[in-house]
């Protein structure tokens, strides 16, 4: 009896103490961040419920907004898009908090504070953990790890994206564009969204596998259909930690697209392997040849991990370029000024040939239009940190360990105290001295983020996109299709809500 009342009580015990441990994790530490945040008089809407926190008010905004058509002058987006933030930001201004569930969030919408997060040096800030979903379809790449294996990839990746080595890869963005064009040639209106999407999944296998990319573009299907699985899941009220353990027939299909992804990958890094060294001079060949000789540690990656880094590339490289291209021609298809300003530009350095990359690196008009794209229609509207540590921010403000950080990019490109009254136009002028100095603080342009996390491959993406909307210039003149609806939209990334269609008219060779 003796014996069954103390196995009863340590149960109790255990029981007990996981109870505690679960109850200080899910609410009483979010509770004292936010008291911490509030003790220090960061505001913020205080209506939301005990287990949703602010989520319900958000949705009913969103769904307020869902159907807003905007005029076609309008950039308006945030007002669709985040109407939170909008209603938020106006009340509370640029740094406030709320509540996702019961954690409390901390919106920071002031560059200046943005530079310290993302510039900070000694890690107090690190990427906000993601879904199994997200892990699933990025891996362990470099945008989802953390500390010295970070480093590490950086270091292996970074040779593969400096100008010099991508220029060299505008032959192979040009010969993409071309084929496209030549497609064009037969159509008076194309679903640019669509295409670009294409275009930019074929750049990036050639880019990345070279020879072997049509297996490249077999990994990209597999990965937007797990895309659009994660897409869907993430939407599910049954969220629950275990799952992701069940299985359902999404899950299945997604163990199954997984494998298909991880063993496409495997193949064409074992024929690699067996095949002729010149051959390793695409972005796969300098992370292989990292894999083989990297002995000295810094700059080894294992089989898994170069996996890893093919799929985060796949993922990070072609959504975001395709949706750039397919918002500046928007915004060129609304501004025919622009537009002719443009092709002038580009027919005066290179006429009807395919453009040189020191010609491209020239077309200063061009590069202003596509920042201003950026400011407008940032293909990431925002990320995120957490507070590694307690973290002094900005004069007054100690951000409490674990708290996370929303960074809203939109928000920022949006503000008219930071861009002036013209904020909300299309204004490609206002880059011509560069990005630094168009706005009041030199780091209001965050499209591509900033600091050592900043975007890997912006020079890329830049690159691409110059290649491929000089060769359309040299080409057509466009505008919007009639039947056209301005309705942005946040799928991950920022893009039309129900595609874009744009008339092409040929020009006179
Ligand atoms: C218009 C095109 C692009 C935009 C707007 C963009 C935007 C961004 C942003 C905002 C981040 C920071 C994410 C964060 O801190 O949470 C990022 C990181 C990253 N981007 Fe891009 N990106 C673009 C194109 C590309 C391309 C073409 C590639 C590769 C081919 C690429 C690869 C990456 C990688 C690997 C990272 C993670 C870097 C790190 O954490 O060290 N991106 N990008």
């Not at 136009?425 to 600091?451: C, V, Y």
Request: overall charge positive.
């Amino acid at each position: 009896m003796g014996q069954l009342l103390l196995i009863a009580g340590a149960v109790t015990a255990v029981l007990i103490s996981w109870l505690w441990s679960f109850l200080f994790a899910f609410a009483v530490r979010p509770y004292l961040r936010a008291k911490r945040l509030r003790d220090q008089g960061v505001r913020g809407p205080i209506n939301g419920s005990f287990w949703a926190g602010n989520m319900e008010e958000i949705q009913r905004m969103k769904m307020e907004a869902r159907d807003m058509v905007l005029d076609i002058n309008s950039h308006d987006h945030l007002a669709r898009i985040s109407p939170h933030f909008v209603r938020w930001a106006s009340l509370y201004g640029r740094v406030f908090m709320y509540c996702v569930g019961r954690k409390p969030w901390l919106f920071v919408g002031d560059p200046e504070l943005v530079k310290q997060v993302l510039s900070n040096k000694f890690g107090l800030y690190r990427k906000m953990e993601v879904g199994a979903g997200f892990t699933a379809l990025l891996g362990k790449g470099l945008v989802l790890t953390e500390g010295e294996a970070w480093a590490r990839h950086r270091r292996v990746v970074s040779p593969a994206f400096t100008i010099e080595k991508i220029k060299t890869m505008t032959r192979i963005m040009a010969e993409c564009a071309q084929s496209m064009i030549e497609n064009w040639r037969e159509k008076e209106e194309v679903e640019v969204g669509v295409e670009f999407q294409e275009l930019t999944a074929d750049v990036i296998s050639h880019t990345a596998f070279g020879s072997s990319y049509a297996a490249g573009k077999e990994v990209f299907s597999t990965q937007k259909e797990l895309q659009t699985l994660i897409i869907l899941a993430s939407f599910s009220k049954f969220d629950l930690p275990i799952s992701k353990y069940l299985p359902t027939e999404a899950n299945r299909r997604r163990w199954g697209l997984e494998k298909k992804l991880r063993a496409t990958l495997v193949s064409v890094i074992e024929k690699r392997m067996a095949s002729s060294w010149s051959e390793r001079q695409d972005l796969l060949g300098l992370m292989m040849e990292a894999c083989v000789n990297g002995e000295d540690g810094k700059t080894k990656l294992s089989m898994d991990e170069i996996i890893d880094e093919c799929k985060t590339f796949f993922f990070a490289g072609h959504e975001t370029t395709s949706h750039l291209l397919t918002w500046t021609l928007f915004l060129l298809s609304t501004s025919q000024d622009w537009q002719r300003k443009l092709r002038q530009e580009v027919l005066l350095q290179c006429g009807r040939s395919i453009p040189h990359p020191d010609q491209l690196a020239k077309f200063k008009l061009m590069t202003a239009v596509l920042l201003e794209a950026l400011r407008l229609y940032a293909p990431v509207g925002a990320i995120a940190r957490t507070a590694r540590e307690d973290a002094e921010l900005g004069p007054s403000l100690t951000v409490p360990k674990g708290t996370d950080i929303i960074i809203p990019i939109s928000v920022i490109h949006h503000s008219k105290e930071i861009w002036g009254p013209d904020a909300g136009e299309f204004n490609p002028g206002r880059f011509e001295n560069g990005a630094s100095k168009a706005a009041s603080h030199p780091g209001a342009m965050l499209a591509f983020s900033t600091g050592p996390r900043g975007c890997v491959g912006q020079n890329f993406a830049l690159m691409e996109a110059k290649t491929v909307l000089s060769m359309i210039l040299q080409s057509f003149s466009f505008s919007l299709s009639p039947g056209y609806k301005h309705m942005p939209t946040e799928r991950i990334t920022l893009q039309p809500g129900e595609g874009m269609r744009v008339l092409l008219r040929p020009l006179e060779e």
